[in-house]
């Protein structure tokens, strides 16, 4: 393993404050950057705001102020924000450094020099918002392609990357290389772009559009394209933020985190412009997914964006933390829900990780006098070793997952540990052993196995929830120094350091019972009903009788065509079927969508058999929130009909493409 590790955000854009996009990126980054310090290795953890361009001229303009005050205006709302939701970055670039510009002139006149930027005149289609250019082919009804706002027609005279003389370069890396865009879904939309023959790039802007940039050193009258300005901060940052300035020592990064609109420039762009300069390519490019709200695009006409700070006053930076990257798998579309979030927070925080900490610590007070006490080899049982083998397995689990970025398994991890934890204590039942002296050596033995796992939490939640590992660390008597290379050899059981006594104090996560709603339901609404619990029968519920007088009706509530909107039908074809064990009714079937592969559970067990399911085109439910069924993650649902059975089904002729709506 490299000794060193390069994590980046990408370097927002100043013509807003901070949202949840800003955040859930550099939180992601953050758990990495403390992770892979605690492992040993020297981080690098960057981050910053792009400052330059035309939309922050406008900004500027219409505010009345000239740029530089603009972006100084702005600049800590993101800093105070990352302070409030603990991110520990080691450098913040601005592009209006001086440092960054050099560096930026120098590697456009080292291109230039190369005979890789050439002058020609250029016709066609700009985005202001997106400051970009687009061809004929691309336009439709006079609108940009990504950010469907209406473009202008603009002929000018600029310079251009020869980014076209580097393509089959790039699609033969992307093949030989299958860890450099990720997930794999992003990276099939990269190679699928390289199928058209690629255009050289536009990089620079007249100083008579656009003023406010890094100018060209080979043309005073231009500035260069905001992009290519931007993305050089991967390297200029490591010749003057890093600890000790040495690209060379931290090049190529380890990982660039970017939302997925901002893929091609990472993953086209940039590549091509480190082949022009014959420097390594990152190691890995990965796009993550976008939040909606309450299943609706976030806006602020709509008033339902979501404020990073709100939340953080509300439920403490760990929770907002704990929920982004744990609601949702990285690399997906997520739905930001006042509802999940309390559900989550209350379930897996406060009455789980909170309450074993605080049940722990209250034994110890009462049975221990707030010591540590020492187990007893010869009062030792299976329920102990069980405990013991599942938080060994800990930090080898979560150190695979965070290595795919699977930050949402790394938690359920964690919270495997916290359950197994909180059932030990039901199992041993400490306060009916304190009850005789003659059991205080299987007391102690108890207690200890219990401390041992929580030792072994508070260094698991640390790289999410930092503040909160230190509130436990505290109460526990560890000395364990985060700031140190704690793992750089994994944790083993009984081979701690506790330097005080245990002590009580608040709860870690007080429990919300007045949560607010979402905003477009109300009280009266249905539940939405999940894949793990449709079509179960009650079992011990009696069936309910109608009201006397009230006729009885089997009519199903209406709903308005905007609930039907929200549901997202997708064509998909099935790629594999196998049954799941110890089910009649339950398969697991491995689909593709369109866009990516799925792992869906389905109920129809009974009625087919996993081969004659291969190779079927289906419709499935795409957009449902996963859930478990039996231990297996189902990402979606199929179509079938059918009451009480399944009776068919619902399948789409062959031709059809996987990933086509079904409307």
């Known amino acids: 393993m490299p000794n060193t590790f390069y994590v980046t955000t990408p370097i927002y854009y100043v013509n807003d404050v901070p949202h949840i996009g800003h955040a859930y990126t550099t939180i992601a980054a953050d758990v990495l950057a403390r992770f892979n310090r605690l492992t040993g290795r020297e981080v690098f953890f960057l981050t910053g705001l792009d400052e330059h361009g035309q939309k922050v001229q406008q900004a500027a303009v219409k505010a009345g102020i000239d740029p530089q005050t603009h972006c100084d205006r702005l600049m800590p709302k993101f800093k105070d924000l990352w302070s409030q939701l603990h991110i520990s970055y080691n450098g913040f670039i601005r592009t209006t450094d001086s440092q960054h510009q050099a560096v930026v002139q120098r590697y456009l006149q080292a291109l230039y020099d ?33 950010c469907r706002r209406p473009v202008e027609r603009v002929s000018e005279r600029n310079y251009f990357f020869r980014m076209s003389r580097f393509q089959d370069r790039l699609k033969e890396h992307i093949q030989t290389n299958p860890a450099f865009i990720q997930p794999e879904s992003r990276r099939n939309e990269v190679v699928g772009f390289l199928q058209k023959p690629l255009e050289d790039l536009s990089i620079s802007r007249p100083k008579s559009r656009l003023s406010w940039g890094v100018e060209l050193p080979f043309d005073r009258d231009c500035v260069a394209y905001v992009w290519f300005d931007a993305l050089i901060n991967y390297l200029s940052a490591l010749e003057y933020l890093a600890p000790t300035p040495n690209a060379s020592k931290f090049w190529p990064a380890s990982i660039h985190l970017v939302g997925k609109d901002i893929l091609t420039t990472h993953a086209i762009y940039w590549s091509t412009m480190l082949m022009g300069l014959e420097l390594p390519l990152p190691q890995s490019i990965f796009a993550h997914g976008w939040w909606t709200v309450d299943g609706e695009k976030m806006s602020k006409s709509r008033g339902n964006v979501v404020d990073p700070y709100a939340m953080v006053e509300q439920f403490g930076a760990d929770a907002f933390r704990y929920f982004l990257l744990r609601e949702v798998p990285f690399g997906q579309d997520g739905d930001f829900s006042l509802t999940a979030f309390g559900s989550r927070y209350n379930a897996e925080l406060a009455n789980d990780l909170g309450n074993l900490l605080s049940r722990t610590l209250t034994m110890l007070a009462n049975f221990s006098n707030n010591t540590i006490p020492q187990p007893d080899s010869q009062h030792e049982t299976d329920q102990d070793c069980q405990l013991q083998h599942a938080a060994s397995a800990l930090f080898p689990s979560i150190d695979t997952h965070l290595r795919h970025l699977e930050f949402h398994r790394a938690l359920e991890t964690i919270c495997g540990l916290v359950q197994s934890a909180n059932q030990y204590i039901d199992k041993t039942a400490p306060w009916m052993l304190a009850k005789d002296p003659g059991n205080t050596p299987r007391l102690h033995t108890v207690l200890f196995h219990l401390t041992e796992a929580l030792r072994f939490l508070t260094c698991a939640v640390y790289p999410f929830m930092p503040q909160t590992a230190e509130t436990m660390k505290t109460r526990l008597g560890l000395s364990d120094n985060f700031s140190t290379p704690v793992l750089r050899e994994f944790p083993r059981w009984g081979d701690y350091s506790y330097s005080g006594q245990t002590s009580k104090g608040p709860s870690l996560f007080p429990r919300k019972d007045s949560l607010p709603s979402d905003s477009h339901k109300s009280p009266k609404e249905p539940a939405t009903i999940h894949p793990s619990t449709r079509n179960m029968e009650p079992s011990h519920t009696p069936e309910a009788k109608p009201a006397a007088n009230q006729p009885v009706t089997s009519e199903v509530p209406h709903i308005g065509i905007e609930d039907f909107q929200k549901v997202q039908l997708k064509v998909a074809k099935i790629l594999a079927a196998e049954r799941v064990p110890k089910s009649k009714k339950l398969l697991k079937l491995q689909v593709n969508v369109g866009t990516e592969l799925r792992q869906i559970v389905a109920g129809i067990g009974k009625k087919y058999v996993p081969e004659e399911l291969v190779g079927r085109t289906i419709v499935v439910v795409a957009n449902l929130k996963p859930a478990k069924l039996m231990g297996i993650e189902s990402q979606g649902m199929v179509l079938a009909a059918g009451d009480k059975e399944v009776l068919e089904l619902l399948t789409m002729p062959d031709e059809i493409p996987a990933g086509t709506k079904v409307k």
């Not at 005979?115 to 997106?130: H, K, S």
Request: glycine fraction near 10%.
């Open 114 to 146: 190369k005979g890789l930027i050439y002058q020609a005149e250029y016709t066609g289609w700009y985005c202001t918002f997106d400051e970009r250019f687009w061809t004929e082919k691309d336009v439709e009804k006079g609108l940009c392609p990504d």
